[in-house]
């Protein structure tokens, strides 16, 4: 349960990668939210370095973002996700198991659905920071849900780079709070199998198929 809330906590940081964006023109936050969403197809991809924070530990990982492909590292587990496939490493266990992710799972797992969010239920308001320069989008669910009830988003003004994402689920319990801690935005495109499990570099895996 943990692993799999670090997995989430961790993907929601592709929210915050695709942020850079003329903010100060933004006058609700659904129209900041929606050019977030425009920006996300652009060419190249996005890389970040962040820290989870969650019941007082903390995970350090990385993501590679490409549209709705991702890799995502973080201690000891390898997410790959091709926009059908998803394949995920666990070292320590020296296993790799593949699913088909249903649009449901992606809603946990996939970054582009985690930017399509804000149009599925939730009611989008800005807060205060009381931090100069930093602006705050505050999104809470109106329907009933399982988890995820509320996104905080922490954005910096002035240098148009995302700060901090955190995550409330039920009653205002299971806290996530994501950090983000370096960032390279408009990179050079990557190719379809850099988001692909390749078995030839990891020799002795087994492959558990899920499908």
């Given at each position: 349960?943990?692993?799999?809330?670090?997995?989430k906590g961790a993907l929601l940081v592709s929210l915050l990668l695709n942020c850079r964006f003329s903010i100060v023109n933004a006058q609700t936050p659904k129209e900041l939210?929606?050019?977030?969403?425009?920006?996300?197809?652009?060419?190249?991809h996005v890389e970040a370095a962040?820290?989870?924070?969650?019941?007082?530990?903390?995970?350090?990982?990385?993501?590679?973002?490409?549209?709705?492909?991702?890799?995502?590292?973080?201690?000891?587990?390898?997410?790959w996700f091709d926009g059908k496939t998803q394949w995920t490493l666990a070292e320590e266990n020296e296993e790799v198991s593949?699913?088909?992710?249903?649009?449901?799972?992606?809603?946990?797992?996939?970054?582009?659905?985690?930017m399509s969010l804000y149009q599925q239920g939730y009611e989008l308001k800005w807060g205060d920071t009381?931090?100069?320069?930093v602006r705050k989008v505050i999104m809470t669910t109106t329907?009933?849900?399982?988890?995820?009830?509320?996104?905080?988003?922490?954005i910096h003004q002035t240098e148009l780079y995302p700060v901090r994402l955190s995550m409330a689920g039920r009653g205002g319990l299971d806290v996530v709070v994501i950090d983000i801690d370096s960032y390279k935005v408009n990179q050079q495109p990557l190719p379809d199998e850099a988001?692909?499990?390749?078995?030839?570099?990891?020799?002795?895996?087994?492959?558990?198929?899920?499908?």
């Open positions: 349960m943990g692993r799999q809330i670090l997995i939210l929606d050019e977030v969403v425009q920006r996300t197809f652009a060419n190249g962040f820290t989870v924070y969650m019941d007082g530990a903390e995970t350090q990982g990385n993501i590679v973002v490409q549209g709705r492909k991702f890799v995502l590292r973080t201690a000891g587990l390898t997410t593949i699913s088909e992710p249903t649009d449901e799972e992606l809603q946990s797992l996939n970054p582009y659905a985690w009381g931090v100069p320069g329907v009933p849900r399982d988890e995820m009830q509320s996104i905080v988003l922490l988001f692909v499990f390749d078995k030839s570099k990891y020799p002795g895996i087994e492959v558990i198929d899920l499908r």
